[in-house]
């Protein structure tokens, strides 16, 4: 039986970052309570190129933009690290045991589809080589871009890309 993604079980934050409670994903979207999120930079293991992603037209949030971060909200219970190792592997198909340590963080206070959405954002980064695999209700496509060729597309304000993303990007595009 398939879970409804709307009531499953959010870490709530307050403004300052601290964790307060949980509450369903539909009520923190609805309501624009602060959560959390986490993702990876997947770079070449040269560090030469990046994996840039277009997220499906299915998605709750953000659905057919762009983004190069594998990531999720974190849920109720969850540390971020986590959120971002099990993000990676469900996204993408990239496995790591290894510890993701933090590059970036920024908190966003934004909207997304005229409802205020608050989320305090982790980035992490990891280098890798080897095949990648989309979970197709996740990722439409995804191909690698150098540093420059990303920057390329950023600069241009009709290139649709995940709002909350763009903070952390000057931290984790630079190596």
């Not at 190069?68 to 996204?91: F, N, S, Y």
């Not at 590059?103 to 966003?108: D, G, P, Q, V």
């Not at 690698?144 to 903070?167: G, S, Y």
Request: proline share 5%; with cysteine.
């Amino acid at each position: 039986m398939a879970v409804n993604p709307e009531s499953e079980l959010l870490a709530v934050y307050d403004a300052a970052g601290a964790v307060i409670g949980a509450a369903e994903r539909g009520t923190v979207y609805r309501e624009g309570l602060w959560h959390a999120s986490a993702g990876v930079l997947v770079r070449s293991g040269d560090g030469r190129r990046i994996y840039v992603h277009r997220r499906t037209d299915s998605k709750l949030v953000f659905a057919g933009l762009h983004d190069c971060l594998a990531g999720g909200v974190v849920d109720a219970g969850e540390d971020p690290a986590d959120t971002a190792r099990r993000e990676l592997h469900e996204e993408l198909g990239i496995a790591t045991g290894t510890a993701l340590p933090v590059r970036a963080t920024a908190s966003w206070d934004g909207s997304w589809a005229g409802r205020p959405l608050r989320c305090h954002l982790f980035g992490y980064e990891v280098r890798y080589d080897g095949p990648v695999r989309h979970q197709p209700s996740e990722i439409a496509d995804g191909w690698w871009w150098t540093d420059a060729e990303h920057r390329a597309h950023l600069d241009d304000p009709a290139w649709p890309f995940v709002p909350d993303t763009r903070l952390l990007l000057g931290d984790l595009l630079t190596q």
